[in-house]
Nanobody, 129 residues
Framework: QVQLVESGGGLAQPGGSLRLSCVAS????????MAWFRQAPGREREFVAA????????QYAASVSGRFTISRDNAKTSIDLQMNSLKPEDTAVYYC??????????????????????WGQGTQVTVSS
């Protein structure tokens, strides 16, 4: 139904920056929100940031607030994640997800991974000196 492709991952030093991108294709007309999650080995999937498609309202995990910025391009159904002041704790595989099912509720952005229907393959982010 929907395909998501992430890009932009790589190696950064502590305090450095990376910019991730995610492009959706397929049936994206009912997009409600898009989000970034991350998962480190042996740990559960963790919410990072999300953006609603109606109002553009944003949600951030406390661990990245003030350092990461999520943005969108409605015409292309794509999102970016600008990551600044990177820390070793940010090391993980970052996944893009889209919420495109359910009734539209303006301003609602989910933080739970099971609320999102389609996922990308992930892109590795490593922060190390």
């Amino acid at each position: 139904q929907v395909q998501l492709v992430e890009s932009g991952g790589g190696l950064a030093q502590p305090g450095g920056s990376l910019r991730l991108s995610c492009v959706a294709s397929g049936r994206t007309l009912n997009t409600l929100a898009m989000a970034w999650f991350r998962q480190a080995p042996g740990r559960e999937r963790e919410f990072v940031a999300a953006i609603g498609w109606s109002l553009g309202n944003k949600q951030y995990a406390a661990s990245v607030s003030g350092r990461f910025t999520i943005s969108r391009d409605n015409a292309k159904t794509s999102i970016d994640l600008q990551m600044n002041s990177l820390k070793p704790e940010d090391t993980a595989v970052y996944y893009c997800a889209i919420d495109n099912q359910g009734a539209l509720q303006v301003g609602l952005v989910h933080r739970e991974w099971h609320e999102y229907e389609s996922w990308g393959q992930g892109t590795q982010v490593t922060v190390s000196s």
